[in-house]
C-alpha cells in the first residue's frame, strides 16, 4: 500500500494532464499490482480520463461544458444564489457535481492500466488560477 499527494497549479479552466505524474509515482512505489484511487480534494473541479492524443479532444469538452453550463452572468442561469464568489463559481460546482471527482484505475505490472489514447487529467472549471491537491492511494 501507498499514498500520496499531487499538487498542481492552474492558469484558468481546462484539462490538465497529470499521466506522467501518477505513472511516475505508482512505478516509484514498489505495488506491482492493485487499484489506484485518484480524489481531488476541491468542489470546483473534476477528474477525467479522456483521449491524450488529439488537443482537439479536450478544447471541445472544454466548450460543450462551457455552453452547457454557463457563467451566473448569462440570463439562462439567473436563477443562481450562489454567485458571491464570482460567476464561475456556482458553475463550477454544478461542472464537479456532473463530472468524477475519484477515479478508481487498475495498476498491474507496476503500471495504472490504462488504454493507448487514454490520459489522466485534473478538469480546472474555474477562471482563477489554482493550486489543486489530488490524493492517491495505492492498494
Known amino acids: 500500500m501507498a ?3 499531487f499538487h498542481m497549479n492552474t492558469t484558468g479552466p481546462g484539462l490538465y494532464e497529470v499521466t506522467a505524474e501518477v505513472v511516475r509515482w505508482v512505478g516509484g512505489t514498489g505495488v506491482a499490482e492493485g487499484l489506484l484511487t485518484l480524489f481531488v ?5 473534476s477528474l477525467v ?23 451566473s452572468t448569462d440570463p439562462s442561469m439567473a436563477y443562481l444564489r450562489h454567485t458571491y464568489e464570482g460567476p464561475d463559481d456556482m458553475p463550477a460546482h454544478i461542472k464537479a457535481a456532473l463530472l ?10 507496476g503500471r495504472p492500466v490504462l488504454g493507448t489514447w487514454q490520459g489522466i487529467y485534473l478538469f480546472e472549471h474555474r477562471d482563477a488560477p489554482h493550486q489543486r491537491r489530488v490524493a492517491a492511494h495505492l492498494g
Open 49 to 71: 480520463i479522456q483521449e491524450n492524443a488529439d488537443p482537439q479532444v479536450r478544447g471541445d469538452l472544454e466548450a460543450f461544458f462551457a455552453r452547457l453550463v454557463p457563467p
Open 100 to 109: 468524477p471527482v475519484s477515479l478508481t484505475i487498475p495498476v498491474a505490472r
Open 3 to 5: 499514498q500520496t499527494e
Open 41 to 45: 480534494r476541491h468542489t470546483s473541479c
